[in-house]
């Protein structure tokens, strides 16, 4: 997961460059008006992703699996 990240991170950086030299050339692709809404809704997916995540963390996920309760005493905390 984490070179998928990578790897997005640096190809959206490329091309993010690339946008910019040709805009030194008078070279318009894309206007910045684009630029703008393409990066609000990143973040609003960005923001959506991590909603989810805490959801399925909080609601979904078991967190006594893999804990054997025959096995050795049970961890009580100190008072």
Same mark, same amino acid.
């Not at 959206?12 to 070279?27: A, T």
């Not at 963390?57 to 006594?64: I, L």
């Given at each position: 997961?984490?070179?998928?990240?990578?790897?997005? !991170?640096?190809?959206?950086?490329?091309? *993010?460059?690339?946008?910019?030299?040709?805009?030194?050339?008078?070279?318009? !692709?894309?206007?910045?008006?684009?630029? !703008?809404?393409?990066?609000?809704?990143?973040?609003?997916?960005? +923001?959506?992703?991590?909603?989810?995540?805490? +959801?399925?963390?909080?609601? *979904?996920?078991?967190?006594?699996?893999?804990?054997?309760?025959?096995?050795?005493?049970?961890?009580?905390?100190?008072?």
């Amino acid at each position: 997961m984490k070179k998928f990240i990578g790897t997005l !991170i640096v190809l959206l950086s490329i091309s *993010f460059i690339g946008i910019l030299i040709l805009r030194v050339w008078d070279i318009y !692709i894309i206007s910045v008006d684009e630029i !703008i809404n393409s990066g609000y809704t990143l973040g609003l997916l960005g +923001a959506l992703i991590v909603v989810l995540i805490i +959801a399925y963390s909080a609601f *979904f996920k078991n967190s006594s699996k893999g804990y054997n309760k025959n096995i050795g005493n049970n961890a009580h905390p100190k008072l």
